[in-house]
């Protein structure tokens, strides 16, 4: 069923994993759409919100694969939204952490076209949590930085050796492939070798897997646990708060998800 209102694109964030982590809100948005387009990480689950009758285009974005163009999604979304279809372009986490969501915003606005942003929740916060695991806690850091360890376009990256001195929480997303340059960085930077790590894998969804180490070890922990993407490294002293059972060593069993 198409509108006659003016031409609109909903972004949402259809968080980590988990289809019971959405908001109430972005349910509501995806019980209205007519067309859908759906990024890879996005869980299945999610599309059950949808209209039967729903068009759903899946438009895939994984960190190191082979992806949709960014500019193909935003003439898609122009082109479905001035169809008079109520458009959902549904991303993975949150649309505007990492999800470059504020690249489809400018070109839907330049097409003048009206955005909605959904929030959800991103994976930098709900996998750390998942294992118990705060990221700013009094006791130990005075805040948490979230950014990414993959190399943008122009080959630049984070000055990991301002990180390294920042005192923070550090939440690094798409750190995988790059996590022995990552680690070599922050410590020639100065962050202690033994300074506690986590890696979660596949947060909240029933794959799910996590470590705990220390900075030193993140690659070879992560080589020896075939610990892959879409992962979230966490470094800092807020690790140390993970319950017992996950610090003497390796959690290979998903987290208690209620998925089965």
Not at 112 to 126: H, R
Not at 156 to 166: F, I, K, N, S, T
Request: hydrophobic share 45%; with cysteine.
């Amino acid at each position: 069923m198409k509108t006659n209102t003016l031409p609109k694109v909903i972004l949402v964030g259809a968080g980590p994993g988990d289809p019971e982590l959405l908001t109430l809100k972005a349910v509501k948005a995806l019980r209205q759409a007519t067309v859908a387009l759906v990024d890879d990480l996005v869980h299945p689950g999610v599309l059950k919100y949808l209209k039967r009758s729903a068009r759903v285009v899946h438009v895939g974005k994984r960190g190191g694969c082979v992806s949709t163009p960014q500019a193909f999604i935003h003439k898609l979304m122009v082109a479905e939204a001035r169809r008079g279809e109520r458009v959902v372009r549904i991303k993975g986490g949150d649309p505007f952490v990492f999800g470059r969501g504020g690249e489809e915003c400018d070109a839907l606005r330049e097409a003048g076209i009206v955005v909605e942003v959904i929030s959800g929740l991103t994976a930098g916060l709900a996998g750390p949590s998942s294992i118990g695991v705060p990221v700013t806690d009094r006791r130990h850091t005075r805040g948490v930085v979230l950014v990414t360890g993959h190399s943008g376009e122009d080959g630049g990256e984070p000055d990991w050796a301002a990180l390294a001195r920042c005192g923070l929480t550090l939440v690094i997303y798409m750190g995988v492939t790059r996590v022995r340059a990552i680690a070599d960085a922050l410590m020639a930077g100065g962050l202690q070798g033994d300074t506690p790590a986590a890696v979660i894998a596949a947060a909240h969804t029933p794959e799910q897997r996590q470590t705990v180490c220390d900075l030193r070890s993140l690659e070879a922990t992560l080589r020896r646990e075939g610990l892959a993407s879409p992962a979230i490294l966490v470094i800092g002293d807020v690790v140390r708060v993970a319950p017992m059972w996950l610090t003497d060593g390796v959690d290979t069993q998903p987290a208690a998800l209620g998925l089965g």
